[in-house]
């Protein structure tokens, strides 16, 4: 194996827009990011576009991106990467379909609804798996089945279905659902009945009693065929590990055949396991010999979509001092050789509450390479310092070269 190892940390969504309530700025460069800021001044900084031309800015196109897949050829649907993780074996006539159990509002008809929160509340995972055995209990059959994933993130797979377009829920946030529906019958009726299996259901009387959100309707949305990635270990020679709370990363990884670390904890909220995601980092890469890590932050992701400036920002020092932080002072330590890349996947700016395809900034640090310059990570300074990568799937070329 090398004697070099190398680390991505992906802060999901954390780049933004320039935010008036923040003097212009964005919640990068208001963050207090000591760490971040000393390792600018020794890395190259610049833009990376990670969304090809045409492609929806998803997390699922953005993070194959990352990983060195270029999504034009490997992406299949976000469902099918997600089924991987929860274990499922796909056919090749089955569609995977993200089932969501999302927030709406409980006046008029369903279709007049307006959806709240995408996530019910960030919901655990055990609440979840006792609302979808009752939708499953209730609506599952041979053509359709049900399969938990974590917190609000499920599955349903479609047996002999077709991939068909449908509206993510995040997108509209605040609007009323009627126009969004699926125009496939069979899947429109499951979601109106599952609005009448959970509204009343007693977990989610429980969930309000204590001012959370209910999880009262499920969403179906990124409907994809079987994937089929290549190994990441055959394209470039490197054993590879992937640390994430969410299964569209932990899919991925297993398409690709990387190692998947569950972390204790490690929920994709803004309350998550840093910490045992950057000690698990740090075990992988100098206890167990791999050459390669790829540490997935969800939280910023989710405080863009729920709109909360103060909790990004929050999100986004979390990174900082909790993973990003712990890991360069495990790597200085152990004395080992490292390169390391910081980026998002794709920007989530707070006043959309949805994914763009803007670039987003990278820094890329070698250990080895004396770099001097005055920058700060951020969106604007990596406009400022002229460095551009136009396809995304080649910026883990230059982390490795």
Not at 128 to 143: H, Y
């Amino acid at each position: 194996m090398e004697d070099v190892k190398y680390i991505i940390i992906l802060g999901d969504g954390m780049s933004d827009e320039l935010i008036g309530a923040l003097g212009d700025k964005t919640p990068l460069m208001v963050a207090d990011t000591p760490c971040i800021d000393l390792l600018a001044k020794k890395s190259e900084l610049g833009l990376v576009h990670t969304i090809p031309k045409g492609m929806k800015p998803g997390s699922d196109t953005a993070n194959l991106s990352v990983l060195g897949y270029d999504p034009v050829k490997y992406y299949s649907g976000r469902s099918p990467l997600e089924a991987l993780s929860i274990g499922v074996d796909m056919k090749e006539t089955d569609i995977a379909i993200r089932c969501n159990l999302v927030t709406l509002s409980e006046e008029g008809s369903y279709e007049d609804k307006i959806i709240i929160d995408h996530s019910s509340g960030e919901i655990s995972t055990e609440d979840a798996g006792v609302l979808l055995e009752a939708v499953r209990d209730e609506l599952e059959n041979e053509n359709y089945k049900y399969y938990k994933g974590t917190s609000y993130r499920h599955l349903t797979i479609w047996e002999n279905g077709k991939v068909i377009p449908l509206m993510e829920p995040h997108d509209i946030l605040g609007k009323r659902i009627g126009k969004y529906l699926p125009k496939d019958e069979a899947l429109k009726s499951m979601m109106i009945k599952s609005y009448d299996i959970l509204n009343e259901h007693p977990l989610n009387i429980e969930r309000k009693k204590k001012g959370l959100n209910k999880a009262n309707s499920i969403w179906f949305w990124g409907a994809g065929t079987k994937p089929a990635l290549s190994s990441f270990e055959e394209k470039y020679n490197k054993k590879g590990a992937m640390i994430s709370a969410v299964d569209l990363l932990k899919g991925i990884a297993v398409g690709a055949g990387m190692k998947v670390i569950d972390v204790p904890g490690a929920n994709g909220t803004l309350h998550t396991n840093y910490e045992g995601k950057a000690s698990a980092a740090i075990d992988v890469l100098l206890k167990q010999n791999y050459d390669f890590v790829y540490i997935h932050v969800e939280a910023p992701d989710e405080m863009g979509h729920q709109g909360n400036i103060e909790n990004k920002i929050k999100a986004i020092q979390y990174l900082d001092q909790r993973v990003i932080k712990p890991v360069v002072e495990g790597m200085e330590v152990s004395g080992e050789d490292y390169r390391m890349l910081i980026m998002p996947d794709h920007p989530t700016p707070i006043h959309l509450r949805t994914h763009t395809d803007d670039p987003v900034p990278y820094l890329l640090y070698d250990n080895r390479v004396n770099i001097k310059n005055s920058y700060r990570y951020n969106e604007i300074d990596a406009i400022c310092s002229g460095n551009v990568i136009l396809k995304g799937y080649t910026i883990i070329d230059r982390l490795f070269n």
